[in-house]
């Protein structure tokens, strides 16, 4: 395992307050790098654009969401692990419950929190859409993610049933997003949603058009939600 870290990574590391978590990304990103000349679990093979595009990028939501305590954080479509798992390095105390569709990658990820003992870290392997209509899950959750999978009305309408009145969903995107968000307020009405920030990303190493969309669940999602992902994505809200 490769003992250095760039100096970017570092100062993105120390800038949260966890410079001392370094080793247990590097863990991460050998063992995400070995799996992956097998399994295909991310585009992104350069060590260092992994320090920085999925372990930095994963941290920038402390930026505008760093509660002490238990809270409860779900991640929808985590992939091998990102946001989720770069924040519970960084917050131990919270509770991280990821969801991936793909049974290779839920594989990766219960190695990964086996090889780094991390605690309270639920991995399913499952769908969102159907996992929220399941009552132990729905409404449930302080914080919910979801790294750019699909458009903006699709993301919101995945994530509110999942999300607490008075709840967070944070919804990291890059590019011009002028229509998209337009979009999404017209679903947020719908899943009880309401838009509270647009946030740019100005850590260096990302400052390349990231941005954080920020929602506040204000009421329970209505049951209806979410659809099929067809649905979803051919006829959204």
């Known amino acids: 395992m490769s003992e250095e870290v760039s100096t970017a990574f570092q100062a993105g590391l120390t ?8 080793a247990a990304f590097l863990r991460y990103r050998d063992e995400l790098l070995a799996w992956n000349s097998r399994f ?16 930095l990028d994963s941290l920038t939501l402390l930026q505008v969401y760093d509660q002490p305590g238990a809270i409860h954080v779900l991640d929808i479509g985590t992939g091998p692990g990102f946001p989720g798992l770069p924040l519970k ?18 594989t990766f990820l219960r190695h990964i929190v086996d090889t780094l003992q991390l605690t309270n870290v639920e991995v399913l392997n499952v769908r969102a859409e ?24 699709t993301l919101l309408e995945c994530s509110a049933p999942f999300c607490r ?23 947020a ?9 647009d946030i740019e ?3 260096p ?17 209505p049951p209806q939600y979410p659809r099929s992902w067809a649905a979803m994505t051919k006829q959204p809200l």
């Open 205 to 221: 190493g990302l400052d390349d058009g990231r941005r954080l969309l920020v929602w506040e669940q204000q009421r329970l999602c």
């Open 40 to 55: 295909n679990l991310t585009a992104i093979k350069d060590p260092e654009e992994v320090l920085l595009k999925h372990f």
């Open 15 to 22: 800038h949260f307050g966890i410079a001392e978590s370094a």
């Open 189 to 197: 009405f719908r899943v009880g949603s309401h838009f509270q920030q």
């Open 89 to 106: 390095i960084a917050r131990p105390d919270w509770h991280v419950t990821l969801i991936e569709a793909t049974g290779k990658k839920t």
């Open 130 to 153: 159907e996992l929220a209509h399941k009552s132990p899950y729905r409404a449930q959750f302080d914080l919910v993610t979801a790294r750019a999978v699909a458009a903006l009305p």
């Open 201 to 203: 990303v100005t850590i």
């Open 165 to 187: 009145p008075g709840g967070t969903i944070i919804l990291p995107k890059k590019g011009e997003l002028a229509d998209e968000i337009k979009q999404g307020k017209r679903t």
